[in-house]
């Protein structure tokens, strides 16, 4: 895994780690055997979403952090 980038907002010392991705993650092997010619070209968006909940559960705080890897 490659090092950890800072993100760009509210908190710049959060770290996010990055990784490759490859088509044999996304794609079952079938079709990647039955189209070896093809030029594919990928570009992958990953949201999460993570809530945040206090210790009775009563309210939550819903944050969004999306991440593009091209």
Sequence with gaps: MSKPKPTKGKDEEFLRPRRSITLTEFF???FL??????????TACHVVS????????A?????EHSNEIK
């Design 28 to 30: 079952p092997r079938s």
């Design 59 to 63: 309210s939550s705080e819903e944050v």
């Design 50 to 57: 993570v809530v945040e909940v206090d210790n009775n559960y």
């Design 33 to 42: 055997e039955d189209n070896p010619k093809e030029i594919l070209e990928v």
